[in-house]
């Protein structure tokens, strides 16, 4: 069974530093890795989609990667900014199945 | 496109009255997936559609919850009677199956269920 854990489960940077988020998965047979941000009391917005031959995608700020032989995958935001304080999640597409981390909440002071 | 659609976005319901949760995925996807988010576990699949038929509903919880897609553009996630316990954000989500399972899903913005 698929398990996906992120870390830390919560990060209070201040503005303007690069932080790292951390997701790592227990079964490399995935078919690709998804980044999603999510907003308090709203849905979920994809960030980021990386496919199982892929090693990175970035979007502006964003830079993710995945290493599936180690079953690892990292967001980078760089320059963090008070707009980017939301839970971001990480999921692992498998047979049909999107398997979710429980997040890791950001919070970006002034 | 309006991306997937879900209704209502709030419920507040007594205990053992029925609750009825609806989604439209976006046009020309062929998979439609039910989410359950709570504090406790996170988000789990309920339940998954492939052209209108189930294909996957072991996530869920017990027989008070049924889901139906009676065409492409349209389910329901119906509970039976509710419970306090089934309290949570539902989420909807679809998906293109294309080029094998490289496309992204696309959420909607959830049905927050409070049952008192």
């Known amino acids: 069974k698929q398990e996906v854990t992120q870390i830390p489960a919560a990060l209070s940077v201040p503005e303007g530093e690069n932080l790292v988020l951390n997701c790592s998965f227990t079964d490399s047979a995935i078919y690709n890795l998804q980044w999603f941000r999510q907003d308090p009391g709203k849905g979920l917005t994809s960030l980021l989609l990386?496919?199982?031959?892929?090693r990175e995608q970035t979007s502006g700020r964003l830079n993710a990667s995945l290493d599936k032989s180690s079953g690892r995958s990292t967001l980078y935001i760089a320059a963090s900014q008070p707009g980017d304080s939301a839970t971001y999640l990480c999921a692992v597409q498998g047979a049909q199945k999107l398997v979710f981390g429980q997040g890791t909440r950001l919070t970006i002071n002034p | 496109d309006a991306g997937v659609i879900q209704s209502p976005r709030h419920e507040v319901t007594e205990m053992g009255q029925e609750v009825t949760l609806r989604c439209k995925p976006i046009?020309?996807?062929?998979?439609l997936f039910w989410y359950r988010q709570t504090m406790m576990r996170g988000l789990e699949l309920l339940i998954y559609f492939n052209n209108n038929v189930p294909i996957d509903d072991s996530g869920m919880p017990e027989d008070r919850f049924s889901a139906k897609m009676p065409n492409a553009s349209f389910s329901t996630l119906k509970i039976q009677p509710s419970e306090p316990r089934d309290s949570a954000v539902y989420f909807c989500a679809s998906r293109l199956a294309g080029q094998a399972l490289n496309y992204g899903y696309t959420f909607g913005s959830g049905t927050r269920l409070t049952v008192v």
């Open positions: 046009s020309g996807h062929d998979y």
């Open positions: 990386i496919q199982s031959s892929q």
